[in-house]
């Protein structure tokens, strides 16, 4: 089933949030709405990408999915729009639909937007309703030229260090890194290697399962969607390893 869904930096119990479902239900659009977050950290369309990338595939097929970071009180004449694996995405042309495509997607479409208009519900649900779904944008946008792309934080491997970054720390404190699972097996395969997760702490296995270890213990293990996760069992790790935004995870042969 098709839904149209919503990630943002306008903050919880937003009222641009507010605003925006209130025109949708005023609008042609006749969609399932599901918020995915609105507490994406002010204008970081790098945490924004990164969220969308992990969950996108969990919707239904030609479901449409509004990004939307970096547009308060800022006004865009560039609007954007493309299909990306069997899903429509709308954002601000400021980079972040790169950040999950990748540099070398070209087919994005430009969504008209009035002269200095704020409001993204008066540029992006007139030009949903006219989205038939499953079929290009080409029939109803031009194509994009000029677009702003942007190049994703991508872990360096030297040979004898895998250094990755963390990306999005959760509510419970777990610090999600930009390590996808092949590439630390490719890196790691057959050889002993421990995982620097702050000064004093490291760890030289990943696991499976919460399970595997105490309480107040740090552990390293892959998300659903193929990332590297540092936690700490029922604790926080952001606050206790420091695994703040930004922060490299270096992974070293031994």
Request: net charge negative.
């Amino acid at each position: 089933m098709s839904v149209l869904t919503f990630l943002s930096d306008f903050g919880a119990d937003s009222h641009y949030l507010a605003s925006f479902r209130g025109a949708m239900h005023q609008s042609d659009v006749n969609l399932p709405f599901i918020e995915i977050t609105s507490r994406i950290e002010p204008f970081d369309i790098v945490e924004a990408a990164y969220l969308s990338a992990m969950v996108h595939a969990d919707f239904g097929e030609n479901s449409i999915h509004i990004l939307a970071t970096n547009v308060v009180a800022t006004s865009f004449d560039r609007h954007i729009a493309a299909y990306y694996e069997n899903q429509y995405f709308l954002a601000p042309d400021n980079g972040t639909l790169s950040l999950i495509f990748g540099e070398h997607f070209e087919d994005y479409y430009r969504i008209p937007a009035p002269l200095n208009e704020q409001k993204i519900q008066n540029i992006y649900l007139p030009f949903i309703a006219k989205i038939k779904v499953g079929e290009s944008l080409g029939g109803i946008a031009e194509k994009a030229v000029d677009v702003n792309i942007k190049s994703r934080i991508r872990p360096v491997n030297d040979g004898e260090e895998l250094r990755g970054t963390v990306l999005f720390v959760d509510h419970f404190g777990n610090a999600y890194t930009n390590i996808e699972k092949e590439e630390f097996q490719r890196f790691t395969e057959n050889i002993s290697y421990s995982i620097q997760l702050s000064r004093h702490s490291s760890l030289d296995k990943v696991l499976n399962n919460f399970s595997d270890v105490q309480d107040g213990d740090p552990i390293c293990y892959f998300s659903e969607h193929g990332y590297l996760v540092v936690a700490i069992k029922k604790s926080n790790a952001e606050k206790l390893l420091n695994l703040r935004k930004y922060k490299p995870i270096i992974v070293q042969k031994r």
